[in-house]
């Protein structure tokens, strides 16, 4: 069956503490990988989409990267307000999101 | 751009109430729209897509005649939580896509509360 595993489930890091969270994935015939910020009471934000192995995207602080059975997303020296539920997706004839990786980045 | 906006953000209504919800996108048509629920600390479950002007296709164990989804234009879906109980209450969010391998614009989300 189809798999979407982000680990860890939940993350606490001082602020400038950089880190990685993980995505793998069992889906075979990958169309796409998304990584979403989700805050409390909102809906999924669009940060990244990956579409092939070796692929890297950059945003601020955020940087998404793919391999054939996971993706990361590394948090380079991060802030209080990139406390939030990071959430992958993964495409293939429909899209599977992962639990989440609740981040909380302390002052 | 790809903004989408749902309403109403909130609900609290009695036992046995319909309620509707609505999913536009602003600036931007939408080929498919979806539907999730999610329940708290836990990651979306899709409940169905739609696609303009056709049936939705809801996933298994997802009750049709419960939940019922209009996608009348490229920018507009509804689901209305048909005689809605306590169990019900959730967050609903809805996405909008513009194509294959697009990624998903997500509303806000409604949190819907059941008495």
């Known amino acids: 069956e189809d798999q979407v595993t982000q680990s860890p489930e939940a993350l606490r890091l001082q602020e400038g503490e950089s880190s990685s969270l993980n995505c793998s994935y069992t889906?075979?015939?990958?169309?796409?990988l998304f990584w979403y910020r989700q805050d409390p009471g909102k809906g999924p934000e669009f940060l990244f989409t990956l579409y092939s192995a070796g692929e890297e995207k950059e945003k601020e602080r955020l940087k998404a990267t793919l391999t054939k059975k996971e993706s990361f997303l590394h948090i380079t020296a991060p802030k209080p307000e990139d406390s939030a539920t990071y959430l992958c997706a993964v495409q293939q004839n429909d899209m599977r999101f992962g639990a989440g990786t609740r981040l909380t980045v302390k002052p | 751009g790809a903004v989408v906006s749902q309403h109403p953000s909130w609900v609290i209504c009695k036992s046995g109430t319909s309620v509707k919800i609505e999913c536009r996108s602003l600036?931007?048509?939408?080929?498919?729209m979806f539907w999730y629920r999610q329940f708290p600390k836990q990651s979306l479950m899709l409940m169905a897509t739609?696609?303009?002007?056709?049936?939705?296709?809801?996933e298994q164990g997802v009750e049709k005649d419960k939940f019922l989804i209009n996608h009348a234009s490229l920018t507009l879906s509804t689901l209305t939580v048909t005689s809605a109980h306590p169990e019900d209450s959730s967050f609903y969010i809805c996405?909008?896509?513009?194509?294959?391998?697009?990624?998903?614009?997500f509303g806000d989300g409604t949190r819907l509360s059941i008495l």
């Open positions: 996405s909008a896509v513009t194509g294959l391998r697009q990624p998903q614009h």
């Open positions: 600036d931007f048509q939408a080929t498919t």
């Open positions: 889906v075979s015939g990958l169309r796409g």
């Open positions: 739609s696609n303009e002007g056709s049936k939705a296709t809801y």
